[in-house]
Structure formats: structure tokens, C-alpha cells
């Protein structure tokens, strides 16, 4: 994630994203989200190379 330039408020969201599907394993409407809200963050981010 630091390769990528995450910012402190990034790891708070990830750590948020982890905690709902720790919490939810088995609900497919969270992990959907988490889903979507992954790939957000790794869009606003590419890899550098």
C-alpha cells in the first residue's frame, strides 16, 4: 500500500474495509461493497509501474 501512496486516512479506511468482512463473512451484500470500495481506493492509487 505504500508503494502505491496510501495516505494515513487510507489505512483507516482498509482497516475499516477488514474489520466488516472479518465481521461479515458470509454476507454477500458487504462483501460486495467492500469489493467496490477496494477498488476504488486501488484506482485512486495505480501501481507506479
Known amino acids: ?3 502505491r501512496g496510501f495516505k ?3 489505512f483507516v479506511e482498509v ?3 477488514i474489520d466488516q ?3 461479515n463473512p458470509e454476507n454477500e451484500t458487504v462483501l460486495a461493497h467492500v469489493k467496490e470500495e477496494v477498488k476504488k481506493l486501488t484506482d485512486k492509487y ?3 509501474y
Open 8 to 10: 494515513e486516512e487510507d
Open 1 to 3: 500500500m505504500t508503494s
Open 46 to 48: 495505480p501501481l507506479p
Open 15 to 17: 482497516a475499516r474495509l
Open 21 to 23: 468482512v472479518l465481521m
